[in-house]
């Protein structure tokens, strides 16, 4: 069965550094997604992409953050200068063409920022 | 705002036992509902997906229910067992390109 894949599934960084968290969605799937949970608190959406722009982003996705989809696979959170508070688990996500279609979860990026 | 809460937060169980996870939302013009289970320290899983136009989904022992005009969901799971211990989230898309909000989970342990 096809599936959402992320790497590295770790990442620990030091303040201020750069990241780039990688995602490759499903293949046939139009619709890209970003979402970060914070230990013990919610899973917040950050953005959503399609045909390759941003289609809609929340508060948190400040200028901080860029997304990119470079070729035509990988869909890329870059993270330009991190803080502490960036400390999450990072999710991608896919969805195919239609609303109303579920929503395809990766494993997630535990990202540390020291 | 959507704003979407769970009750009960955590929930331990002995197993074999059926239980109901309650989900609520408060802006009821959604399209669908969807539940996930989340593992400790691991991605989501999608269970079901119920479309605004249904009242119930079934998995297996997993049945969800929706009822839009009182802004709730549940999810039933039947003869529970230790490898349902997880965290159960629900989350309704927003408007636009269904970006999710989600609740923040009920986690269920279910002992032997």
């Known amino acids: 069965e096809p599936e959402v894949t992320q790497t590295p599934s770790h990442q620990v960084t030091q303040m201020g550094q750069e990241v780039i968290l990688r995602c490759v969605p499903i293949?046939?799937?139009?619709?890209f997604y970003w979402y970060r949970q914070i230990l013990g608190q919610k899973v917040e959406f950050l953005v959503s992409?399609?045909?390759?722009?941003?289609?809609?982003k929340s508060e948190i996705f400040d200028d901080q953050f860029s997304v990119e989809r470079p070729d035509g696979s990988n869909f890329t959170l870059k993270i330009r200068s991190t803080k502490l508070e960036d400390s999450a688990m990072y999710f991608c996500?896919?969805?195919?063409?239609?609303?109303?279609?579920?929503?395809?979860f990766g494993p997630g990026t535990r990202l540390l920022v020291l | 705002k959507q704003e979407v809460t769970q009750i009960p937060a955590a929930l331990s169980v002995p197993e074999g036992e059926n239980l109901v996870l309650n989900c609520s939302f408060t802006?009821?013009?959604?399209?669908?509902l969807q539940w996930f289970r989340q593992d400790p320290g691991k991605g989501l899983t999608s269970l079901l997906l119920i479309q605004s136009s249904q009242r119930e989904q079934t998995s297996g022992r997993l049945n969800a229910s929706l009822d839009k005009s009182s802004g709730r969901s549940t999810l039933y799971i039947a003869a529970s067992q230790p490898g349902d211990s997880a965290t159960y989230l629900c989350?309704?898309?927003?408007?636009?390109?269904?970006?999710?909000?989600f609740g923040k989970g009920t986690m269920l342990l279910v002992s032997p």
């Open positions: 992409f399609y045909n390759n722009e941003i289609s809609e």
């Open positions: 989350a309704v898309p927003n408007s636009g390109y269904s970006t999710l909000t």
């Open positions: 293949s046939n799937h139009l619709y």
């Open positions: 996500a896919s969805r195919e063409n239609r609303d109303g279609e579920t929503q395809y």
């Open positions: 802006d009821s013009a959604i399209y669908n």
